[in-house]
């Protein structure tokens, strides 16, 4: 999670500080304390954990770095997987070309078997009057062939050899028209044969054109994809930065003070109630409780607990000790941080107003600021920190 105020991300409620009203400051009076939170084995373990363990942070960062890890292997998946597109799209756009070219071809087939069968039907049509015409001749004058075959002949050798050929001219004229006939038909099945192929050969070409819109499409979105990944993996870098950075000041901030020095952590099975080490710094129910918050696949550490209520209502110092830093501080918005000795520091986050100055000192109850919505925040609320150490633990172990 983001320290500088992603810790807000969530504001499910979840316990109750049951303090005293939400108007200012007040210090629970003796005996009567917040509602606990739940005393289940996850806190019991948040509690057992010791300076010598990894801190929250370094707990925090190295979650958000898996998260970074894990975007940029997704990134390396989804370019490989647009390499893979992209050969595809290749290989497509070759099948495409060759299913285009065979639908051109069976095109130019079937118009040239056309055509050779139109200059077939003018064949048999001329043949076919030639022949009819012939027909109508011979049955109009059934003698006229032979006798003027006859009478044009020098001896009826001659005669009968020019009536033979006679016959044979009109014999041939019809075996024309047969052999017409039937290269005529043998067109037509032909021009049947290439129609189907050409049908064939367009609905390849129309598939073949549907599955390279397909792949278009696809690696569009896969490029819209690694483009977003791309971003999350930037936004990620930027938030492990600037985790880093943040934590970095305040490890700066409570060493300058000496709040650093380890103290008198928790120590086994605290219980949930607190020691009562620090009073509630403002009235208001606990909307978010320390620890890890998880959302869609992605936990973050909470730092602290936030507390509800109204902006400008008063906060009170949990303790007295000495004011260490009073400002911005990025996420966090307006903060206050208070070293209480011992390796002890409080920290108080998006105020809208600060009442303290670096330096000051302060007792149990002092107003350092109000209540707000500064910095990474979703609305108004006090983000309430205790740290032992340097390192942050369950404020409700020590109120």
């Not at 975007?71 to 299913?99: F, I, R």
């Not at 050969?201 to 819109?213: I, L, Y």
């Amino acid at each position: 999670m983001i320290l500088a105020g992603v810790f807000m991300l969530l504001l499910l409620p979840v316990g109750s500080a049951n303090a005293a009203g939400s108007g200012g400051f007040s210090v629970t009076p003796p005996g009567v304390r917040p509602a606990p939170a739940n005393t289940s084995k996850k806190s019991g373990s948040q509690q057992s954990s010791s300076p010598s363990k990894l801190s929250d942070n370094q707990k925090k960062q190295a979650a958000k770095e898996a998260e970074l890890s894990a975007a940029k292997q997704t990134d390396l998946e989804l370019e490989a997987s647009l390499k893979a597109l992209d050969t595809q799209l290749g290989e497509s756009e070759q099948k495409l070309v060759a299913a285009r070219a065979r639908s051109e071809k069976a095109d130019s087939d079937v118009a040239d078997v056309k055509e050779s069968i139109s200059q077939s039907q003018a064949e048999v049509e001329k043949h076919t009057t030639s022949v009819n015409a012939s027909a109508v001749d011979i049955y109009k004058h059934p003698d006229r062939g032979s006798v003027d075959a006859i009478l044009g002949s020098e001896n009826i050798s001659d005669a009968g050899r020019r009536v033979g050929m006679v016959n044979r001219v009109i014999e041939a004229d019809q075996s024309q028209l047969r052999r017409l006939s039937a290269l005529k038909q043998d067109l037509k099945e032909d021009e049947d044969r290439l129609v189907a192929a050409q049908e064939e050969a367009r609905s390849a070409k129309e598939a073949q054109e549907h599955e390279q819109e397909r792949l278009e499409t696809l690696k569009v979105k896969q490029e819209a994809t690694l483009k977003a990944n791309e971003a999350r993996i930037r936004q990620l870098q930027s938030e492990v930065d600037a985790l880093e950075k943040e934590e970095a000041a305040i490890q700066a901030t409570l060493a300058r003070s000496g709040a650093a020095t380890p103290g008198a952590g928790p120590q086994g099975n605290v219980n949930v109630r607190g020691n009562g080490k620090f009073g509630w710094p403002v009235g208001g129910p606990v909307t978010s409780e320390f620890g890890q918050r998880c959302l869609g696949g992605s936990c973050r550490m909470h730092n602290g607990i936030d507390i509800s209520a109204p902006t400008g209502t008063r906060v009170g110092a949990a303790g007295s000790g000495t004011v260490i830093s009073a400002g911005s501080q990025g996420g966090y918005g307006n903060t206050v941080i208070i070293n209480h000795g011992d390796g002890y520091a409080t920290l108080y986050g998006h105020l809208s107003s600060i009442s303290v100055t670096s330096g000051q000192s302060v007792g149990r109850g002092t107003i350092v600021g109000t209540v707000g919505s500064t910095g990474h925040s979703t609305g108004p609320h006090l983000h309430f920190e205790v740290r032992v150490g340097g390192s942050a633990q369950n404020p409700r172990l020590y109120l």
